[in-house]
Structure formats: C-alpha cells, structure tokens
C-alpha cells in the first residue's frame, strides 16, 4: 500500500491537505509526534490513498482519535505517577541493598586508638603504655586512672620573638625648583551669553510621526500624502494601504523571491509563504538556488519534504528555466535565492515578483546600510522579518515607508508550519501610536510592540 508523509504542527493543515491530495477516502496508516529542542512538538501523519477494507473510518472520525491520542502523549506530566510494577521494582532495589549490608565484612576495622596529635605534647602528659595487638584487642601495662591522667594545666613555655630591627627611614632630596604661577582663572561666562543651538520642531502630523519613532524622512513622505484633517495615525494607516504593492495573479505562472542580506530571515519568510500558497489551493514548486550558503540546498530539501512540496536544484540559469517549464500551469515558483540582488533569466509569460526582506529585529542602521545594496525600485513589496525578536516594529515601518514600498506579510519565529501573516495597515498604525488604554476611537484593540 503506497503512503504519503505530512508534516506539521497544525492537525486542521495537516488533514487539509491529506483531503486535498489523497481524497477524502484517505486512510491515516501512522501518527507520532516528533519532539525538538526548543520549539513545539511536529506531527507526523502517513496516509494512503485507499480505504482498503469497506468497514474502515471516516477521515473525520481519524482525526478525531488521532488528535485525542496526541493530545494524551503530550499533556503527559514528566513526572507521572507510580505504578504496581515501578513499586515493585522500588521494593527489589532495597531489598538488594539490605542484603549488600549483611554481606559487608567489618572484620577489618582497625580499633586501635589513633596517637595524640603533635599540637597536644605539653598540655596533657602522656601516659607510657605498651600496645599488644592479638584478636583485634589493645592492652596497656600501666593504667591510670582519669583524675591522675589529667593534671593541672602548665602553659607552655614560649621564648619572646627577636626584637624587629627597623631600617632608618630613606630620606628624599629634591632639587629646588623656581614654581610657576597658575594661570589665572577667568570668571565663567553666563548661560545666556553661551552660544545656543535649537532645531526647529515639526509641528502637525510630521511632529506626531518623529514623535513615534519614524525617521525625519518617512515623517515627511507620509504627512506628504496625508489627507486634510486626519491624525498622525490615520495618515500612516492610510499611506501603508495605498503603498505600491503587488500579488501573484491567479493563473500565471510567476517566479517569486525574497531578496535581502544574509540573516535577514528571507529563506524561511519564502518557505512559509510557500506553505501559506500550497493551502490556499495553488501549485507551489520550491528551486534551490542559494549555491553562496553552506548547506543551504539540504535545508531546501528538508523545508519541501516538511511542507510536502516537490524541490529542484538550480545551479545556473537553464536549471530555473527548466523548473519553471516543468511547473504546472500557473504555478508559483518560490526560488531560494542568495543574498544580493538576484535577477532570472528572461523567460516569455513568466511574472517575477520581487519582496524586499526587512528584519525588524536589526538595529535601524544596520537594516538601513543593508537596504541601500538592493533596488527598491523592481520589488512588489516588503516582508518583515523576526517581528517576534524585536520590542517594536517602528524602525522597520520607517525603513518601508522610506523605500515607498507597502508591508506584503509579517514573519515571526522559526516555524515553518505556522505559515506567514498578511499585513493589516490599520494593525501596524495602531501599534506605532499606542494609547494608555490600548483601544483606538473604533473600539478595535490596538496592537501593541
């Protein structure tokens, strides 16, 4: 019987696409939940195509045992409690231990009484005694009695120390030099006669945005665009909708990539957009094209088998060109490309869109330098990145805005299965101007950093 694999973290995904691809029919032949360092526990599913036997479960009814049963392995307590046989054992380990105390031979113990120690001759007089050893006993000739063993108490006799010889004291001759005068000292000069330097404070929607942390420029370009009368946060919100962005059309094969410096967190925002594609019903192909990264094409590999997509190697552009013509019809193909700027080869009726990574969790300068490598100008849109490690997403808003580009998607952790977050433009204003609250004037909960 031929079987499938699926992997994942969410049990509605993952039999979601066992109905897709396997048909409703499906049967789940094993299930077990894969433990990691760290992170939350993945599921393994292995389904067939065939149902086999007429009396065999409903999809539905599968899953439900199949997440009852989970649910029991990993709500276990590490420390359960004992059981009949655990008991058991317990009572064997000591008795085991009792017996090694029988069998203990303490015939060797020496019991003659250990000798005084050096620091005692002088305060107590020792006794002479003669020690005959034989079966383990210790006689004395001459036994004394306790009153005559101890005596009255002599201090010991201890000489004075030497008397210590002091050297006399060195005495230090300096040469008589003729002594300078200070300098004299100039009474300060008043605060108000200091030279004062003042920067002119924005005032209006642009004093607003500086106020909430975007940079000068940004302030400006969205006060620019911002319509009369609004506040500071309609008019970020308003500009972030109205941002250039752009989707894959549904039916056109298009190649996608998400292009930025290295660790900016591009190859698992493309990963988890593939998987967010592949749900939604679409054809999703994944090329391995990041020849600059050690291992990069085995962490491809293992991305697909995880998300279930097929995986090809690209190691020029005719590997591209042939993945692309071997994709379904208006598939998406998300190519992982290295770090840089990356253009495919020319191909007739094949769209490329191009997402400019962002990491939010970059200091602003760092994010900035590694921004002005890459032409802003050919994206479709942002992505921003590790929004999960970062303690506000401010800085990375400013840098968007600056590059007049509008936020495509948020990606936080390290997941995978988790897929990635569609941007809402009223949820990124709301977090920027937080309220003492947390509501804004619509009642909707603001999202705070």
């Known amino acids: 019987m031929e079987t499938k694999r699926f992997i994942g973290n969410d049990m509605t995904r993952i039999f979601a696409r066992v109905r897709r691809e396997l048909g409703p029919d499906a049967v789940i032949v094993q299930t077990r939940s894969l433990l990691r360092d760290g992170a939350d526990p993945l599921i393994e599913v292995l ?98 009695d306790a009153e005559d063993a101890l005596g009255p108490f002599e201090a010991p006799v201890v000489p004075a120390p030497p008397p210590v010889q002091w050297s006399p004291r060195p005495r230090i001759v300096t040469r008589s030099a003729p002594v300078e005068p200070l300098p004299e000292r100039r009474p300060a000069e008043p605060a108000a006669a200091l030279p004062r330097t003042f920067e002119r404070a924005e005032r209006g929607v642009a004093g607003e945005l500086l106020a909430a942390g975007l940079s000068r420029t940004a302030a400006h370009l969205v006060a620019r665009h911002a319509a009369a009368g609004a506040t500071a946060e309609e008019a970020l919100r308003d500009y972030l909708a109205t941002a250039h962005l752009v989707y894959p059309s549904d039916g056109h094969t298009a190649i996608v990539t998400i292009q930025g410096a290295e660790g900016s967190g591009r190859t698992t925002a493309l990963m988890r957009m593939a998987l967010d594609c592949a749900d939604s019903g679409r054809e999703a192909v994944l090329v391995a094209a990041d020849s600059a990264h050690a291992g990069g094409r085995a962490q491809l590999h293992a991305y697909g088998e995880a998300i279930g997509l097929p995986v090809f190697d690209a190691f020029g552009p005719h590997d591209v060109i042939r993945a692309v013509t071997r994709a ?116 909707r909960l603001a999202v705070t950093a």
């Open 47 to 144: 389904a067939s195509p065939r149902a086999g036997e007429g009396d065999a479960l409903s999809l539905e009814l599968q899953r439900m045992l199949t997440e009852g049963g989970l649910a029991r392995v990993e709500s276990r307590a590490p420390a359960a409690p004992l059981t009949v046989g655990d008991l058991e054992d317990l009572a064997a380990r000591d008795d085991a231990y009792a017996r090694a105390l029988d069998d203990l031979d303490t015939s060797s113990a020496i019991t003659a009484e250990a000798p005084p120690p050096d620091w005692l001759e002088g305060f107590v007089p020792a006794a002479p005694s003669t020690a005959r050893f034989g079966g383990g006993e210790t006689a004395f000739e001459d036994e004394l």
């Open 328 to 443: 379904p019809k208006g598939a998406c193909v998300f190519v992982d490309v290295p770090a840089g700027r990356w253009s495919p080869p020319p191909m007739p009726g094949v769209e490329h869109f191009v997402y400019l990574a962002t990491p939010a969790h970059w200091q602003a300068e760092a994010a900035a330098a590694a921004l002005a490598e890459l032409d802003v100008s050919t994206c479709a849109g942002a992505v921003i990145t590790g929004a999960d490690l970062a303690t506000q997403l401010t800085p990375a808003i400013s840098l968007v805005v600056e590059s007049q580009l509008g936020i495509a998607f948020l990606s936080s952790g390290r997941d995978i299965a988790t897929g990635i977050m569609i941007a809402d433009p009223f949820t990124l204003a709301s977090g920027v101007f937080t309220t003492s609250t947390r509501e804004t004037t619509d009642g």
